[in-house]
């Protein structure tokens, strides 16, 4: 049960790891856009969540 304890964590810091590095490629990909101001809950009226 160690063992498998073990390489549990192991995958878990490896995927927390890719998920950091992901999220910062996205922040950086994105911070090319800009807006000329800060969206507010009328802005996104017309926007549906992806099913």
Known sequence: MTQQ????A???DA???NLADEARTLARLVSHF???QPAG???TAGWREAA
């Open 5 to 8: 304890n073990a390489a549990m």
């Open 10 to 12: 192991e995958e878990t």
């Open 34 to 36: 800009r807006i000329s």
């Open 15 to 17: 995927a927390a790891r």
């Open 41 to 43: 809950p009328a802005d």
